[in-house]
C-alpha cells in the first residue's frame, strides 16, 4: 500500500454518521421562532419598521462579507449568523429609528462584536447587545424614542412614502404618537417622586399586555408571539429550558418580593416580564451559544443573574430597561463560570477524584 | 418521546436512524467455504499467538494452529480443513492495511471438523476447568473488545461477582448480529449464560436488550423462563446503551469508579455472542472458528447476516453475498460509530469483527468543518460527562495535559459528540490523536527518565571507582610509606644493635 493512500484512508476517522445539525439549519430555526413577533412588529409599527429592519440586516450582512474579505476566509455569510445578529438588533430598535442607527448598529455588532474576535464561536459579548448598548450610550434620545403603535392597517399609519421619509430623514417624532414605555414611564415618573401607585394609574400610563399592543422596541412586546417562538427552539431542541427558566426566575423573584413588601415602590412580577425585552432577552439572546456557559448548571447560574441584573438595573438603574446590560455583564462571566462548574465525570467525583470502589456489603 | 421528557429528559447518548431492518428479519445464512482462509495471529487484546504449525502441513477445523503465549492471549484455530500454505504477513483489518502475522490455510472444500470433547453436564466441571476450556477455544469478547474471555472468566473468581450482564443491547446503528442470534439461537445463548454464571459465581445474571428488538426480547424470554436467577431487562434504544459503562449504570444502578473495573463492583459484563460461543465450546467442545456477521449499508445489494469462517476475506464475503449497488464512498469493518475504514476489500474478517458495512456517501454525510459555535450538543450527548468542545480548543492549542485534565482519559471513543456537531468537526480524531500523542509522551518521558537514572547511576559509579581507587591509592602509598618507616626504623635499630635482627632474621623463617 503507498504512503498517498494510507494517509487517504487515516484522514476517515469515525464516526461515520451523522445526525444531520448544522449551524444553518439552527440559526433557520432561530429565525422561524422570531417571525411571528417579528411580522406583528411590522403589522404594528408600520412601514419604519419594515425599513430599520432592512436596513439593520443588509448592514450586517455588508460587514461580515467586508471582513471575511479583508481576512481572506471562507465567506460564512450561508450559515444565518450575521443574518440573526441583523435580526435581534434590529428587533431591540425604536420602530422609527433613522436608518443611520440601522447601519451603525450592524457595523458594530458585525466588525466590534463578532470579527475582532475572530468571527463566529470566538466572540466573548453577544454581538447585537454590544451594538445596541454602544447605540443606546451614544445616541440616548433617538434610541429611547417610542411611538404609540398604529398598527399598518389603521389609516393613521405612516404609508411607504412617508415612512421612507421617517427612516431616512428622521424628522421629530410628532407629540401626538410619541410615548413611553411602561418602564420609561414609570422611571421618570419615580424621579419627579411620583410613586408607582399613582404613575401607574395616571391616564397615560402604558399598560402591560400579553398581546403586547404597547410602545416600545421593534420586536419586544408581543410577549406570547415570542413566548410560542421560545417553545418551538425549546421542542426543536435548539435550546434547552435551564436559560430562559433561569432569566425569567431571576427577574421574577426579586420582583415577587420587592413588590409584595413596598408596591409603591417596585413593579409586580407580572410588569416585569411582559416589560421591555424579558421574553425576548430570555429565550433568543441569552440563549446565545456562543457567550453563555457550556454546563447546564453553568446556564443557570448564567441566567439567574442576567435575570437579577435586569431587575436591578430597572429598579435602582440610570435606564429604564437593564436586559442588554445584563446580558453583557454576565457575558463577561462566562469564560469564569465555564473554569468553575464543570459536569460530573461518570465514575468520578465532581472534583475529578475517581470513586471510591463500594465495600463488599457481605464480606 | 413526550413532549415534557423532550424538554426536561435525560439526554445522555443520542439516538441515530438504526437502520438494522430489513437486515435483521433475514435468519442467519451460512457462508459457504471460502478456497482460502488467512487467520491472523493477533484478533484479541494481548500477546500474539504463537503459530504451531508448519507450511504444508494438513489441518482440521477446529484445530489449534497457533497457541497463546503470556496471561492475556488467546490461541487460534483452523477455521475450515484444508493445508497450511504461508504463514506471514497479510494486510491488517485496520485503515492503516499494515501487515499482520497470519496463517494462511488453503481449503480442501470438505470442512471437515476435528475430533470434539463435548461436555454433557457442565455444572460438573469446576470454575476453573470451564475458564480452561474457555481459553482453550480461544473465545474472547464478540462485542468488539476482543478481551480474551477465560481471563475475564478467572477474574470474576478473584474478586466477589454478584450480578452478571449479558450485554446484547447491540445499540450501534446497521448492526443486528446479536439481535439475530437472540432470535435464532436464544436458547444456546441461555445455555451459555448459564455456564458463565457457574464459572463466575455470581448469583443472577441480567441480559440487556435495547427495546428496538421486541422480537429478541420475546425470544430471549421464552429461552430463559425457567432459570429464575436469569432476568430479559429491556433498556431503552440510544446510542450507547451496550458501553459496559452506561449498561451497568441502566442495569444495576452502579457507577464504577474510572480507575477500577466492573468486577470491583461485583459486575461483570459478556457479549450475547461471547455467551453462545461458550455455549458451543463447553457442549459441543467446538472452539470459535466461526462468527455471525451483519453485512449491511446502503451500497449493499443483500443486506444480511452471515454465520461468516474467521479468515474470510471480505472480497469473498461481498463476492456470496451479491456484492455491491451502486458506489460505496467507504467500507467500514464495525458499526457506522465506532468502525473503521477498510484500506481495502483483501483484508480478514476476525473474531471481533459484528460487521461488515459498505456506506454511501449520502449515508456518511461528511462535510468539511466549520468552527465551533459553543452549542453544547456535545456535552449534553456525551455518555461519559465530559466537555468534549473544550477538549478539542486544548488539544487544538496543543495543550495536551489541559484535555487531559479535562478527562480525556475517560473518553470511550464513542463518537456521539461528532455525531451531533452542527459544525461537523471531527471531534473523535482529535481525541484519538491526542490519546496517542499523550502516551507516546509519557513512554518518551519513561524513557528519559530510565535513562537519566542510568547516567546517574554511571556517574555515580564512575565517581564511587575513581573514589575508590584514590583511597586504594591512598592507602598503599600510606602502606608503602608505614614501611619505609618501620624499615628505616629497623635498620636504626639495627645499627643500634646487630645482633637481635639475626634473631629477626631467624624468627622470620617459616615454621
Known amino acids: ?363 | 418521546m413526550g413532549i415534557l421528557e423532550k424538554i426536561f429528559g435525560k439526554h445522555w447518548g443520542v439516538h441515530p436512524d438504526d437502520h438494522k431492518r430489513p437486515a435483521a428479519d433475514l435468519p442467519i445464512k451460512r457462508l459457504p467455504v471460502p478456497p482460502r482462509v488467512y487467520v491472523p495471529l493477533s484478533q484479541h487484546v494481548g500477546a500474539l499467538a504463537r503459530p504451531i504449525v508448519m507450511v504444508g502441513q494438513d489441518v482440521l477445523k477446529g484445530q489449534c494452529i497457533a497457541e497463546a503465549q503470556g496471561n492475556i492471549s488467546s490461541p487460534v484455530h483452523a477455521s475450515t480443513s484444508g493445508r497450511v500454505v504461508a504463514i506471514g504477513e497479510i494486510p491488517a483489518p485496520h485503515p492503516s492495511g499494515l501487515p499482520v502475522q497470519a496463517i494462511t490455510i488453503a481449503s480442501d472444500m470438505e470442512d471437515r471438523w476435528i475430533e470434539c470433547e463435548p461436555v454433557a453436564d457442565p455444572f460438573s466441571l469446576t470454575p476453573q476447568e470451564i475458564a480452561k476450556r474457555v481459553a482453550a477455544a480461544g473465545i474472547v469478547g464478540l462485542g468488539g473488545a476482543t478481551f480474551p474471555s477465560a481471563v475475564k472468566l478467572a477474574l470474576g473468581l478473584r474478586s466477589k461477582i454478584r450480578t452478571l450482564i449479558v450485554n446484547g443491547s447491540e445499540c450501534e446503528p446497521y448492526l443486528s448480529c446479536d439481535d439475530r442470534l437472540m432470535r435464532d439461537r436464544a436458547e444456546g445463548i441461555i445455555k451459555g449464560v448459564r455456564v458463565i454464571l457457574h464459572a463466575t459465581g455470581a448469583r443472577e445474571a441480567k441480559v440487556g436488550i435495547e427495546d428496538n428488538k421486541p422480537e429478541a426480547i420475546e425470544a430471549m424470554r421464552v429461552a430463559a423462563a425457567s432459570f429464575k436467577e436469569i432476568t430479559i431487562c429491556p433498556v431503552p434504544a440510544r446510542y450507547p446503551m451496550g458501553s459496559d459503562r452506561q449498561l451497568i449504570v441502566e442495569l444495576t444502578g452502579k457507577e464504577v469508579p474510572s480507575d477500577a473495573r466492573a468486577a470491583d463492583v461485583g459486575v461483570i459484563v459478556h457479549n450475547v455472542g461471547t455467551a453462545y460461543a461458550v455455549h458451543e465450546a463447553i457442549y459441543h467442545g467446538r472452539p470459535l472458528v466461526s462468527r455471525v456477521m451483519t453485512l449491511n449499508g446502503g451500497a449493499v445489494a443483500q443486506p444480511g447476516n452471515y454465520e461468516v469462517p474467521i479468515g474470510t476475506l471480505v472480497d469473498d464475503l461481498f463476492a456470496f453475498c451479491g456484492g455491491l449497488k451502486g458506489t460505496a464512498d467507504r467500507f467500514i469493518m464495525g458499526g457506522p460509530m465506532m468502525g473503521s475504514v477498510l484500506p481495502h476489500l483483501q483484508v480478514p474478517v476476525v473474531k471481533g469483527t459484528a460487521g461488515i458495512l459498505a456506506l454511501t456517501a449520502a449515508e456518511v454525510a461528511e462535510r468539511e468543518p466549520d468552527p465551533c459555535i459553543r452549542c453544547g450538543s456535545c456535552i449534553r450527548a456525551c455518555p461519559m460527562g465530559l466537555l468534549p468542545l473544550e477538549m478539542s480548543a486544548h488539544i487544538r492549542a496543543d495543550d495536551l495535559p489541559g484535555a487531559d485534565d479535562l478527562g480525556l482519559r475517560d473518553c470511550i471513543a464513542c463518537g456521539c459528540c461528532a455525531y451531533v456537531c452542527p459544525s461537523h468537526i471531527p471531534l473523535v480524531q482529535y481525541f484519538y490523536h491526542a490519546k496517542g500523542e499523550l502516551s507516546a509522551r509519557q513512554r518518551a518521558q519513561l524513557r528519559q527518565e530510565s535513562s537519566k537514572k542510568l547516567v546517574a547511576a554511571r556517574a555515580e559509579r564512575l565517581e564511587r571507582e575513581s573514589r575508590e581507587k584514590a583511597e586504594a591509592a591512598a592507602r598503599r602509598k600510606a602502606e608503602r610509606d608505614a614501611a619505609k618507616k618501620a624499615a628505616a626504623a629497623a635498620a636504626a635499630a639495627e645499627a643500634a644493635t646487630a645482633p637481635p635482627s639475626t634473631a629477626t632474621a631467624i624468627d622470620g623463617e617459616p615454621a
Open chain 1, 1 to 363: 500500500m503507498t504512503t498517498s493512500a494510507l494517509s487517504e484512508t487515516l484522514v476517515l476517522p469515525s464516526p461515520h454518521a451523522h445526525g444531520g445539525s448544522s449551524v444553518s439549519r439552527a440559526m433557520t430555526r432561530v429565525q422561524l421562532a422570531l417571525l411571528p413577533a417579528t411580522l406583528f412588529g411590522f403589522w404594528m409599527f408600520g412601514w419604519p419598521g419594515i425599513n430599520i429592519f432592512v436596513i439593520t440586516i443588509g448592514s450586517c450582512l455588508a460587514a461580515e462579507l467586508l471582513c471575511q474579505r479583508l481576512m481572506q476566509v471562507r465567506s460564512s455569510l450561508g450559515d444565518g449568523s450575521a443574518i440573526l445578529t441583523g435580526w435581534l438588533l434590529a428587533l431591540s430598535l425604536p420602530p422609527w429609528a433613522p436608518w443611520w442607527i440601522g447601519v451603525l448598529g450592524g457595523l458594530i455588532a458585525i466588525i466590534l462584536g463578532k470579527q475582532v474576535f475572530g468571527g463566529i464561536g470566538q466572540n466573548l459579548f453577544n454581538p447585537a447587545m454590544v451594538a445596541r448598548v454602544a447605540l443606546l450610550v451614544s445616541f440616548p434620545v433617538v434610541m429611547t424614542q417610542w411611538v404609540v403603535p398604529q398598527p399598518i392597517n389603521t389609516p393613521s399609519a405612516p404609508g411607504f412614502v412617508d415612512s421612507l421619509r421617517i427612516t431616512l430623514s428622521s424628522p421629530a417624532v410628532p407629540d401626538a404618537i410619541a410615548s413611553a414605555s411602561l418602564l420609561g414611564h414609570t422611571k421618570t415618573e419615580a424621579s419627579r417622586g411620583i410613586d408607582l401607585l399613582h404613575s401607574l394609574a395616571a391616564a397615560n400610563a402604558p399598560a402591560p399586555s400579553w398581546a403586547g399592543l404597547r410602545a416600545g422596541s421593534l420586536g419586544e412586546s408581543a410577549s406570547l408571539l415570542l413566548l410560542g417562538g421560545g417553545l418551538f427552539l425549546l421542542l426543536t431542541g435548539v435550546i434547552t429550558w435551564h436559560i430562559p427558566v433561569a432569566v425569567l426566575a431571576g427577574i421574577a423573584l426579586p420582583a415577587l418580593i420587592g413588590h409584595a413588601a413596598n408596591p409603591a415602590h417596585y413593579l409586580s412580577a407580572g410588569v416585569h416580564l411582559l416589560s421591555g425585552a424579558s421574553i425576548l432577552g430570555a429565550f433568543f439572546i441569552a440563549t446565545d451559544y456562543v457567550t453563555s456557559p457550556n454546563t447546564t448548571l453553568g446556564q443557570l447560574i448564567f441566567g439567574f443573574f442576567v435575570g437579577l441584573l435586569t431587575w436591578i438595573i430597572r429598579t435602582w438603574g440610570g435606564y429604564p430597561e437593564g436586559m442588554a446590560f445584563a446580558v453583557l455583564l454576565m457575558n463577561a462571566m462566562t469564560p469564569v463560570i465555564d473554569r468553575f462548574v464543570k459536569p460530573r465525570i461518570l465514575g468520578r467525583t465532581r472534583a475529578g477524584k475517581p470513586l471510591d470502589i463500594p465495600e463488599e456489603k457481605e464480606a
